[in-house]
């Protein structure tokens, strides 16, 4: 498991899109940040700043189902029983299913 970021090594956009995507996770806070090394305190406080996004950085109506596998992998299935594994960080997950739904 990789190390523990503080907060200030985070930029804005990807502490919103982290929180974004704990939103649509339905995982608890806890189980999140564990997946994703990252502080529960500090990932709270992000939690309570970041309540309504100003800019959405994934759409909410987004109909992919997102299944992280472990750090750097992640399964994208797609509403027509297409699955696409990636091996990247969640960030780049997140910008892959904006484009996605950009492009629908």
Known sequence: MGQLRSMRDYSTEERQILVDLWRRSRQTRAEF???NNLNIKTFENW???Y???EVELI???TELDLFKKDELDF???FPSGLTCCVH???FNVARLI???EQCK
Do not use: I, W
Request: proline share 10%.
């Open 98 to 100: 904006g484009v996605y």
């Open 59 to 61: 759409p909410a109506a």
């Open 88 to 90: 990247t960080d969640v």
């Open 47 to 49: 939690a309570a700043q």
């Open 75 to 77: 399964e994208l299935r």
């Open 51 to 53: 309540k309504t996004p």
């Open 33 to 35: 940040c564990r997946q």
